[in-house]
């Protein structure tokens, strides 16, 4: 198993084990080893049998934009979305840098959660500039809202980087 951390002398997370994802989510800066585990083997005596464990798989979310440009986000438990730039904001999964009106979003726009304990999305706004609107309602910066399939995404100034969300 290889261990991943922040390997940005300036973050202040420097050196800290980071679970998921290909970037330090304080500082942007990509995640490098730092160090390899052997596996290790543990026995143990189970006394009681367990027929079933409930185990909701994370479902699949792809964003599209207007144009058709398509989005996907897995394999993480957080996935930014905005511009690419700056040197203290994360790098963003959904990177909106090359679409149009593009200029109307913040790099640290907004952030896609998956919770594992109810099995589904949700989307913060980061305290962007120009605001984000999910299906017609203005997002409270810093708050949760969950994510259905099918939703609408607008981003920025006049709401000109529309998205539809889908959920599989």
Same mark, same amino acid.
């Given at each position: 198993?290889?261990?991943?951390?922040?390997?940005?002398?300036?973050?202040?997370?420097?050196?800290?084990?980071?679970?998921?994802?290909?970037?330090?989510?304080?500082?942007?800066?990509?995640?490098?080893?730092?160090?390899?585990?052997?596996?290790?083997?543990?026995?143990?005596?189970?006394?009681?049998?367990?027929?079933?464990?409930?185990?909701?798989?994370?479902?699949?979310?792809?964003?599209?934009?207007?144009?058709?440009?398509?989005?996907?986000?897995?394999?993480?438990?957080?996935?930014?979305?905005?511009?690419?730039?700056?040197?203290?904001?994360?790098?963003?999964?959904?990177?909106?840098?090359?679409?149009?009106?593009?200029?109307?979003?913040?790099?640290?726009?907004?952030?896609?959660?998956?919770?594992?304990?109810?099995?589904?999305?949700?989307?913060?706004?980061?305290?962007?500039?120009?605001?984000? &609107?999910? #299906? +017609?309602?203005? !997002?409270?910066? =810093? %708050?949760?809202?969950? &994510?259905? #399939? +099918?939703?609408? !995404?607008?981003? =920025? %100034?006049?709401?000109?980087?529309?998205?539809?969300?889908?959920?599989?």
């Amino acid at each position: 198993m290889t261990i991943l951390s922040c390997q940005n002398p300036e973050c202040e997370h420097f050196h800290e084990i980071i679970l998921e994802g290909r970037f330090c989510p304080f500082c942007g800066q990509r995640l490098e080893s730092s160090l390899s585990t052997e596996p290790i083997t543990i026995q143990e005596t189970v006394t009681k049998k367990i027929d079933k464990i409930p185990i909701t798989p994370r479902r699949a979310l792809k964003i599209v934009h207007s144009s058709g440009i398509e989005f996907q986000v897995s394999g993480t438990q957080i996935a930014y979305i905005g511009r690419r730039g700056g040197k203290v904001y994360p790098y963003p999964e959904v990177d909106v840098t090359d679409l149009e009106y593009s200029e109307r979003v913040s790099r640290p726009h907004a952030h896609i959660i998956w919770e594992k304990q109810s099995a589904k999305y949700f989307l913060v706004d980061d305290n962007s500039t120009n605001g984000t &609107i999910l #299906n +017609g309602v203005s !997002l409270t910066p =810093g %708050r949760t809202y969950e &994510i259905k #399939n +099918g939703a609408q !995404l607008e981003l =920025g %100034r006049e709401h000109l980087v529309k998205f539809i969300i889908f959920i599989t």
